[in-house]
């Protein structure tokens, strides 16, 4: 059933929950850094050796904006590259100390917004909440 109602209302949803999360505030979590820079810092700490070719695949992201991410994370002090000795065209990408402090500060500054808007609901609506999130995640990756 594709009609123009449930397009209107996917659109209107995806609106709403931008907002409603700060996406498009120039920086996430009151900080210095964007959505995308976060995502990429995400998949990095994840593993413990992750190539950009792999995040960009990941993250479906252009070459050399992810290029430009990583220079920056470079010139912060918060990414460490090592030449992947199976492939010396290729590194391997990981978080230095500095990099794991940030993110890791990044990713309670999250905690904390998430807590802060679950803090007004009871436990039925935080349950019914996540339900809901976890059937619109498994209906999207049949599309995949």
């Not at 397009?7 to 498009?24: A, E, Q, V």
């Not at 900080?31 to 990941?58: D, G, H, P, W």
């Not at 991410?69 to 391997?92: Q, S």
């Not at 999250?110 to 039925?124: A, G, Y």
Request: some cysteine.
């Amino acid at each position: 059933m594709k009609n123009n109602s449930s397009i209107d209302k996917i659109r209107s949803f995806n609106r709403f929950y931008t907002g409603f999360i700060g996406l498009l505030n120039k920086k996430l979590i009151y900080s210095n850094y964007t959505l995308q820079e976060v995502r990429v810092l995400f998949e990095i700490n994840c593993t413990t050796y992750i190539t950009a070719k792999q995040i960009r695949e990941m993250l479906r992201m252009d070459k050399g904006y992810l290029s430009r991410i990583l220079l920056k994370f470079d010139k912060l002090g918060i990414l460490k590259k090592e030449i992947d000795i199976t492939d010396g065209r290729t590194y391997k990408l990981s978080l230095t100390q500095k990099g794991k402090l940030e993110f890791s500060k990044l990713n309670q500054a999250s905690e904390l917004q998430i807590m802060s808007f679950l803090s007004n609901l009871d436990e039925q609506d935080i349950c019914m909440l996540t339900k809901n999130m976890e059937n619109i995640q498994n209906i999207l990756l049949k599309i995949k």
